[in-house]
């Protein structure tokens, strides 16, 4: 505390922003955030512990972090730095309520991937069965439902699937040892590209300072009785998250230089989540990232096919860069995560040779 002013802990609040920008990803289970968090080094202050479940799902909800704070059920407008942007924290709080919900009973629960895949051949759907012998030993496969037409594609077993898709997940996992040292580089481009930003907007300043006069009004408004408490109280907060939402417009707008390190530092992330998947129990979470890193997924002559998307298809051909065995292994997903955004944002850029680090 300095001045009566909130100040950053520089050994915490990248460690937190990192955790927001994990759940965020919608991807993650508490249990993986838990172990990400303590990979972080965010632990317990008491404990020295990993977070509780409890604690996480506490500082995930905190309004702090975004810039304000809540007292007596009422939200204030805080004088400290956020560590986070609202739109992130909203995000996360999408993403935690969408875990809440009760999801509905799945048919085909036990044979997780039907519905991703079609076949290579006619195109029909593929469908999966299970057959136990008289040996009692239980035969499970996945095969076209070669619906009114003539197809010769013959089935492909379980295990084999599995074999297959895990095979995948290693190919665009990001290795254990390479999470720390890419999250801490993309943290220090931040801070040398923050450094050099500039002037604000004024069009936002103006309406900041509109909605503080707003603020004062509907103040005096509720103590001569104009509103009642309640009404007060709906409106501030109203008021309040449009100044933070234009504050944080303002904050891009300095740091426009960094437009592409949150959508990177979600590929990291993600790319990271590949590497727990690949020995991972959890099918459902493995469905779920199949669908996120390619599309049109087929099995044709018992091999998996499918289009990567967009960064995904840089990191499934990675060894295959240009120049790749030149770059540092701690700049390799560095280099990634840039083409991967320019690649999302400018789609006639089709060569990776019209790209330069």
Not at 216 to 224: A, E, F, G, I, T
């Amino acid at each position: 505390m300095k001045n009566h002013t909130i100040l950053k802990d520089p050994e915490t609040w990248q460690k937190v922003r990192k955790l927001f920008l994990a759940c965020a990803v919608g991807k993650y289970t508490l249990d993986h955030l838990q172990k990400l968090a303590l990979s972080f080094g965010l632990v317990s202050p008491r404990s020295k512990r990993k977070l509780s479940n409890a604690t996480l799902q506490r500082l995930l909800q905190n309004p702090f972090y975004y810039g304000c704070f809540q007292y007596k059920g009422e939200l204030y407008e805080g004088v400290h730095e956020p560590i986070i942007s609202q739109q992130l924290f909203e995000k996360v709080q999408r993403v935690m309520s969408d875990r809440g919900k009760p999801k509905k009973e799945n048919q085909d629960y036990n044979f997780i991937y039907t519905g991703i895949f079609k076949c290579g051949e006619c195109g029909r759907a593929i469908t999966a069965e299970q057959h136990t012998k008289k040996s009692g030993l239980v035969f499970r496969y996945y095969r076209c439902t070669k619906k009114d037409t003539d197809c010769q594609q013959k089935f492909l077993n379980e295990n084999d699937l599995f074999a297959q898709l895990n095979d995948i997940f290693q190919k665009v996992a990001l290795p254990d040892g390479w999470l720390k040292p890419i999250l801490n580089k993309l943290d220090q481009e931040e801070k040398e590209i923050s450094q050099s930003s500039k002037s604000f907007a004024q069009n936002l300043q103006r309406e900041i300072g509109e909605i503080e006069v707003k603020l004062s009004k509907v103040l005096d408004m509720q103590l001569d009785g104009s509103i009642s408490l309640e009404e007060y109280k709906k409106k501030k907060e109203e008021l309040i998250n449009r100044k933070t939402g234009l504050k944080q417009k303002l904050a891009d707008f300095e740091r426009k230089g960094n437009y592409w390190l949150e959508p990177m530092r979600n590929f990291i992330l993600a790319a990271h989540q590949a590497n727990l998947l690949i020995n991972s129990e959890n099918l459902e979470e493995k469905r779920s990232f199949l669908q996120k890193i390619g599309s049109n997924w087929q099995l044709c002559d018992k091999k998996v096919r499918f289009e990567a998307l967009n960064e995904w298809a840089l990191a499934k051909r990675a060894p295959r860069f240009p120049n790749w065995s030149g770059i540092a292994e701690s700049n390799r997903l560095l280099y990634l995560g840039k083409v991967a955004y320019y690649r999302c944002t400018n789609p006639a850029l089709k060569n990776l040779n019209d790209f330069s680090v």
